[in-house]
């Protein structure tokens, strides 16, 4: 939509307004850019070199990239952090998808508070409750294993998704689940069969913003888990960066190697993406 | 037809929901989300406000010493100082985006159209996805000694005032700020630009013809037109700084001395390394009221008049 007026009204504004536009954000783009060109620049000088900021290696060490993967097992690190993702963002998306439903179509006496206290865990920042979440998971016996991540992430999770999901549902009109419910439907074939496809979109958006907190996680995994082979790729990174500090080519090339599956996602999902970054900073 | 039927519906439903099933299956839909929610949100909360009240290292016997550890929290010098920090980096992680993003948006208003601005967009959003300890990494490394930041001073003649920007006393708190804008630039950015976009071009091409200045057409046009985008950086960036850990932890440790420990930081600390679990848990609980009462105020001030 945006991209359209910006098309429209390039064509009757001045060429120098749109060359200012260009150069001020190719300056931003640089910026934006500069710490990874710095990083690709250092992970190929000799490891453990202090190479300065930025020089294109005479020879530039591509082995580095291979000894990072093997040192910080990214392999074993890909395969955990992939097992977290894939047990929180399912079913915080559905439970979160079922209790924005709930609330917003269903609403039975009540609900309104328990509403308002999910939309109070909105700004919660992780650190209030991590000490006594330490001892609760320790309590259920999970400590140091994935599930003291996933199942912690799906709480904390819960109010942005029910907030979410309810703001999508509340814009449905009745009329679209009171056809379903004529024909007999229960509420729960009504969710599925109707309501579900409908908000298809709102929950593709949820799911893109969950993967990435639960990839990016770094709070939880750090204390929660003692190995960090068994964290995510952001929690291993500084277990990583602890242990190869003072090698900076072979850190740039780990941290690299530990940012690239975001980024690769990104760019070929990037429209889902910014549509999910963006409304989820304004509904957030 | 469908007007008269969804009316109809409607009433089958609401005399419907009155039975005790429904009420049950509805309360069925909220009760998953809910168990997870006060099982690691809530409870936690509540047990927060407990230790808070103990003095308890965590294993042994835990006494009780009502508000004493709040009395810490909020007297004792090392401690404002930390709670200084995060406002301190408030400024950094706020300002910076906010007014940069404002700049950008009102600069380029309707041109990020076409494969030039959707390439811009992409990359600009790239601080968003990666993680925030890599952002740290990749900034220890542009901010050291001989970093790119150090190389671009030298290359203008600055070269006297390189340095290795977080280790330094005075300097690395603002060196954590700048990494921190950083991170939140972009996000800003986009938000301001898609803002700026949807304020009705006329308005600008009337306050052209009226002989408006630039900063009159900032001040009256896109500045009220921009509110609610406004007030969603501010809230957003206000959160990060003042709950950031990930990039502190990574970048300084908190280092030098106090100079970039911010509360989240030393709630890890106290809790985990000094096992004083009362004493994190007061600052835990200062920190949650903090962030509510900071956001409170922005959201109120932006949202009124929508």
Same mark, same amino acid.
């Given at each position: 939509?945006?991209?359209?007026?910006?098309?429209?009204?390039?064509?009757?504004?001045?060429?120098?307004?749109?060359?200012?536009?260009?150069?001020?954000?190719?300056?931003?783009?640089v910026v934006t850019l500069m710490p990874f060109v710095t990083m690709f620049s250092a992970a190929?000088?000799?490891?453990?070199?202090?190479?300065?900021g930025l020089?294109?290696?005479?020879?530039?060490?591509?082995?580095?990239?291979?000894?990072?993967?093997?040192?910080?097992?990214?392999?074993?690190?890909?395969?955990?952090?992939?097992?977290?993702?894939?047990?929180?963002?399912?079913?915080?998306?559905?439970?979160?998808?079922?209790?924005?439903?709930?609330?917003?179509? /269903?609403?039975?006496?009540?609900?309104?508070?328990?509403?308002?206290?999910?939309?109070?865990?909105?700004? /919660?920042?992780?650190?209030?409750?991590?000490?006594?979440?330490?001892?609760?998971?320790?309590?259920?016996?999970?400590?140091?294993?994935?599930?003291?991540?996933?199942?912690?992430?799906?709480?904390?999770?819960?109010?942005?998704?029910?907030?979410?999901?309810?703001?999508?549902?509340?814009?449905?009109?009745?009329?679209?689940?009171?056809?379903?419910?004529?024909?007999?439907?229960?509420?729960?074939?009504?969710?599925?069969?109707?309501?579900?496809?409908?908000?298809?979109?709102?929950?593709?958006?949820?799911?893109?913003?969950?993967?990435?907190?639960?990839?990016?996680?770094f709070?939880?995994?750090?204390?929660?888990?003692?190995?960090?082979?068994?964290?995510?790729?952001a929690?291993?990174l500084g277990?990583?960066q602890?242990?190869?500090g003072?090698?900076i080519?072979?850190l740039c090339?780990?941290a690299l190697?530990i940012i690239?599956?975001?980024?690769?996602?990104?760019?070929?999902?990037?429209?889902?993406?910014?549509?999910?970054?963006?409304?989820?900073?304004?509904?957030? | 037809?469908?007007?008269?039927?969804?009316?109809?519906?409607?009433?089958?439903?609401?005399?419907?929901?009155?039975?005790?099933?429904?009420?049950?299956?509805?309360?069925?839909?909220?009760?998953?989300?809910?168990?997870?929610?006060?099982?690691?949100?809530?409870?936690?909360?509540?047990?927060?406000?407990?230790?808070?009240?103990?003095?308890?290292?965590?294993?042994?016997?835990?006494?009780?010493?009502?508000?004493?550890?709040?009395?810490?929290?909020?007297?004792?010098?090392?401690?404002?100082?930390?709670?200084?920090?995060?406002?301190?980096l408030?400024?950094y992680f706020?300002?910076i985006p906010?007014?940069?993003?404002?700049?950008?948006?009102?600069?380029?208003?309707?041109?990020?159209?076409?494969?030039?601005?959707?390439?811009?967009?992409?990359?600009?959003?790239i601080p968003q996805?990666i993680p925030l300890v890599a952002a740290g990494i990749a900034w220890s490394w542009m901010l050291a000694s001989n970093g790119v930041v150090n190389q671009a001073?030298?290359?203008?003649?600055?070269?006297?005032?390189?340095r290795g920007w977080l280790g330094d006393? %005075?300097f690395a708190l603002p060196a954590v700020g700048l990494i921190g804008a950083w991170v939140l630039l972009g996000?800003?950015?986009?938000?301001?630009?898609?803002?700026?976009?949807?304020? %009705?071009?006329?308005?600008?091409?009337?306050?052209?013809?009226?002989?408006?200045?630039?900063? %009159?057409?900032?001040?009256?046009?896109?500045?009220?037109?921009?509110?609610?985008?406004?007030?969603?950086?501010?809230?957003?960036?206000?959160?990060a700084?003042?709950?950031s850990f990930d990039i502190v932890y990574i970048a300084t440790g908190?280092?030098?001395?106090?100079?970039t420990?911010?509360?989240?930081?030393?709630?890890?600390?106290?809790?985990?390394?000094?096992?004083?679990?009362?004493?994190?848990?007061?600052?835990?609980?200062?920190?949650?009221?903090?962030?509510?009462?900071?956001?409170?105020?922005?959201?109120?001030?932006?949202?009124?008049?929508?």
């Open positions: 939509m945006t991209e359209a007026t910006g098309d429209r009204d390039r064509s009757r504004v001045l060429p120098v307004g749109a060359l200012t536009a260009r150069t001020i954000l190719v300056g931003l783009m190929l000088a000799p490891s453990g070199t202090y190479p300065p020089q294109w290696p005479a020879n530039p060490q591509w082995q580095n990239f291979v000894d990072a993967f093997e040192a910080a097992h990214m392999d074993q690190l890909l395969l955990s952090s992939t097992i977290i993702a894939l047990g929180v963002v399912p079913i915080s998306v559905l439970i979160g998808t079922m209790a924005g439903f709930g609330i917003a179509k /269903l609403a039975p006496k009540g609900s309104t508070v328990v509403y308002l206290l999910f939309v109070l865990g909105l700004t /919660l920042p992780f650190e209030g409750i991590i000490t006594p979440l330490y001892y609760e998971v320790k309590t259920f016996g999970i400590l140091n294993t994935k599930l003291a991540i996933i199942l912690p992430l799906i709480g904390l999770y819960m109010p942005f998704s029910v907030y979410w999901m309810r703001a999508h549902f509340v814009n449905v009109p009745d009329e679209m689940g009171e056809a379903a419910s004529i024909d007999g439907a229960s509420a729960w074939q009504q969710f599925w069969l109707v309501q579900v496809p409908i908000a298809r979109p709102a929950i593709l958006s949820l799911a893109i913003l969950q993967f990435l907190w639960t990839w990016n996680q709070l939880l995994p750090i204390v929660l888990v003692e190995v960090p082979l068994e964290r995510t790729m929690g291993a277990a990583f602890g242990q190869w003072t090698n080519p072979l090339a780990g190697i690239a599956p975001t980024v690769v996602l990104f760019v070929i999902f990037q429209k889902q993406f910014v549509a999910a970054l963006l409304q989820g900073a304004v509904k957030g | 037809m469908a007007l008269v039927d969804g009316h109809r519906s409607r009433q089958v439903r609401i005399s419907a929901s009155v039975g005790k099933r429904t009420v049950l299956v509805a309360w069925a839909f909220i009760a998953p989300a809910f168990a997870f929610y006060a099982t690691f949100v809530l409870v936690p909360i509540g047990m927060s406000l407990y230790y808070s009240l103990l003095r308890w290292d965590g294993i042994g016997k835990a006494q009780f010493k009502g508000l004493s550890n709040y009395l810490v929290v909020l007297s004792e010098s090392d401690f404002l100082q930390i709670l200084g920090n995060a406002f301190q408030v400024v706020t300002i906010v007014a940069i993003g404002l700049g950008v948006a009102s600069a380029i208003r309707n041109h990020l159209g076409g494969r030039f601005g959707a390439t811009a967009r992409t990359v600009l959003f996805v001073l030298s290359l203008i003649g600055l070269g006297s005032i390189t006393f %005075d996000l800003c950015t986009m938000l301001l630009v898609t803002g700026i976009a949807r304020i %009705d071009p006329n308005l600008y091409e009337a306050a052209k013809i009226d002989g408006a200045t630039a900063w %009159d057409e900032f001040r009256w046009i896109t500045l009220p037109g921009l509110r609610q985008e406004i007030g969603v950086c501010v809230t957003v960036t206000v959160i700084a003042l709950a908190g280092g030098p001395g106090l100079q420990t911010v509360p989240g930081l030393e709630i890890y600390r106290l809790a985990f390394a000094h096992r004083q679990v009362g004493l994190a848990s007061a600052l835990a609980v200062v920190l949650m009221l903090l962030v509510i009462v900071c956001v409170l105020p922005i959201q109120w001030l932006t949202r009124q008049s929508k």
